[in-house]
């Protein structure tokens, strides 16, 4: 028995637009939080492993993933750049054992909402 692409149920619109927004919002917020040097943002990034110095730099990262993320066009290679960010912040998380769950999350709704494209 297979089932084709036309009896798949159908997922609200508003699904996509919605975990779009959520994860472009948490990647920008936090790329500016690291590139004003916000206390919180520091000491993360100092935690796991990462020099002052490199902030700008995984600021700089950060916000150009979510600005290809948002962009219709370049949506999609803005979700896989993205994801290689995130899996990136989940391997740094391992590595000093914190919780991976919050770089996780936003991976899974970055992709959500890059492939629940608007039918209109």
Known sequence: MSIS???LPVVNPWLGRISRTIAAVVMTASAIAILTH?????????????????MTIVGILELACAALYAMPKTRVAGAIVMT???GGAV?????VGEAFWLPL???????LGALRRDEA
Request: proline share 6%; glycine share 6%.
């Open 5 to 7: 692409v036309s009896q």
């Open 38 to 54: 916000q206390p919180v943002a520091t000491a993360s990034l100092t935690a796991l492993g990462y020099p002052v110095h490199t």
């Open 105 to 111: 999350l936003v991976a899974a709704l970055v992709w």
């Open 91 to 95: 391997a740094s998380h391992v590595r």
């Open 84 to 86: 290689g960010y995130l």
